[in-house]
């Protein structure tokens, strides 16, 4: 099996049934909190994968010239 079918399989909304795992309601209560912070946040100020790379690269550079 493909990585590409694993990350396709993990998309299907049946994929985690809740007759196979259940989740406290706890825990729902927290994931809606947060998600409900992220829908509502500026994603204009968010940080990508390439450019936290990119500064965490640099930052070792630098350590490495010192």
Excluded at 2 to 23: H, K, M, T
Excluded at 40 to 51: A, Q, R, V
């Amino acid at each position: 099996m493909s990585s590409e079918q694993l990350n396709e399989d993990r998309l299907d909304p049946d994929y985690v049934n809740n007759e196979y795992v259940s989740i406290p309601d706890w825990h729902m209560a927290i994931i809606e909190e947060r998600m409900a912070r992220y829908e509502s946040e500026d994603i204009t100020k968010w940080t990508t994968w390439e450019e936290f790379e990119k500064e965490l690269f640099a930052d070792d550079e630098g350590e490495l010239k010192d």
